[in-house]
Each structure stands twice: as structure tokens, then as C-alpha cells.
């Protein structure tokens, strides 16, 4: 099978004679992945929950700093694309290596469609997160908007990935795309119940940021009209 990152926590224990000679040392390992990933996604939901509770007057800085939290504890790219009406567009595509700097920056040119065609991979998204364990060739062929997207997409070299849809208040605000890259560590079942409460803390923030916006324009229509 593929490699993937582990954790192991070491014991080291001198080995000595009765006369206190040295004669080695025992070497224990433990491993503790499905410990730290836990200990990961907590930190990351921690920091992801902090971003999302400023507030600022642009939801966008959140976003940002929710995406590049993700890279930082969790996953090799994470991406926020918001729809707006029928249209969308793309926020962030932060990345954890620098090598796929260029290619990420591409990519922002191909946003999640605000209404997927049938067979699109976002066709059909609802409130629950989605895992994508392995990533294959045939999930970028529904992802690709144009043969120049799909050869983006084979760069990144995905080895799993996560769709989690925003809705709030039956209004689907977008999707955060949270991925990994092959020979690392793969997106499991363990992983669904921290970002469903990412998805629905990302999409409570958008819903407020809207109501926040409606509510100035309201009074400041009220404030022209007034005599």
C-alpha cells in the first residue's frame, strides 16, 4: 500500500549491569496518530472558531485566515468558494508547500459553480460533509471545468479530499474544500464530525455578515428617504 505520515511516541531506557556498566539502551514506540490527528483537528476548529468570531467588517479576512488555519494543522490545501446569487467566486486556495504556489494561483480562476450541472462532484451537496477517500481520476474528470483545469488539478497530486457545504437558513452559502496529497496522511470517517461543526460555524458567519449588510442597507435607504 501507499505510505502515509504516522505518529509514534518514544520511550528511551538505559540498559546498565549490576555494577552500573551501560551496556544500551530499550527503545519503546507507541503509536499515537489517531491521538494527535484528534489533538490536530480540535486545535484547528479552535483557531478556525476564533477567526470566524472577529467578525470583520469583510467576512473575507475570516475566510482567509479559516483556510490558512487548515493548511497549518490538518490538511496540504484548503479552499473557500462562496456563491453570490447564480455566480461564485473563489476566496483562497492556501496550500502547506510552496512547490504548488503557482499552480494554486491558477486554480483560483476556477471557482465551484453556484448551480452545478448534474454529474458535476458538487451536484447535489447538502448540509453533511462529504468525503472523497481516494481522490480519483475520475472525481477530478467532474471537477474540471476545461481540459487546462483538470491538468491544474493532477498537480496537486490529491490523495483525499472533504467537500462541506455552507447552508444556513435553507441559503447555501458555498463549499470549503479541504484536501491532502498522496503519500500523506488520508482523510477518514473520524474527520466528518469536526468539519460538519466547521461547516456549520463558516456558514453561521456568512449568514451574519448577510444580515449585517441588509440591515445597513436598510438603514440607509431609510436615511435618504427621510426629509
Not at 157 to 182: E, N, Q
Not at 184 to 201: Q, T, V
Request: charged residues 25%; negative net charge; glycine residues 4%.
Amino acid at each position: 500500500g501507499e505510505a502515509v505520515d504516522s505518529y509514534v511516541d518514544f520511550i528511551y531506557q538505559p540498559i546498565s549491569a549490576a555494577n552500573g556498566e551501560r551496556l544500551g539502551v530499550l527503545v519503546q514506540g507507541h503509536e499515537v496518530t489517531d491521538q494527535t490527528r484528534a489533538n490536530l483537528r480540535q486545535q484547528f476548529l479552535t483557531r478556525a472558531g476564533e477567526a470566524l468570531a472577529k467578525q470583520p467588517d469583510d467576512i473575507d479576512i475570516s475566510l482567509v485566515e479559516v483556510a490558512w488555519s487548515a493548511v497549518e494543522t490538518i490538511a496540504d490545501f484548503a479552499v473557500v468558494d462562496v456563491f453570490e446569487e447564480k455566480s461564485s467566486r473563489r476566496i483562497v486556495l492556501a496550500h502547506a508547500n510552496d512547490k504548488y504556489r503557482s499552480t494554486c494561483a491558477a486554480l483560483l480562476a476556477f471557482p465551484f459553480p453556484a448551480m452545478p450541472p448534474e454529474g458535476h462532484i458538487a451536484y447535489g451537496l447538502t448540509d453533511t460533509p462529504v468525503l472523497r477517500a481516494p481522490f480519483t481520476r475520475a472525481m477530478i474528470e467532474r471537477t474540471a471545468q476545461s481540459p487546462e483545469h483538470a491538468a491544474l488539478l493532477e498537480r496537486l497530486d490529491i490523495g483525499s479530499a472533504m467537500h462541506l457545504p455552507l447552508f444556513h437558513r435553507d441559503r447555501h452559502y458555498g463549499v470549503l474544500t479541504l484536501a491532502t496529497v498522496h503519500n500523506r496522511r488520508m482523510f477518514d470517517e473520524k474527520d466528518l464530525p469536526a468539519m460538519s461543526e466547521l461547516g456549520r460555524m463558516t456558514a453561521t458567519a456568512l449568514d451574519n455578515e448577510r444580515l449585517a449588510r441588509e440591515r445597513e442597507e436598510s438603514l440607509s435607504l431609510i436615511h435618504i428617504s427621510e426629509p
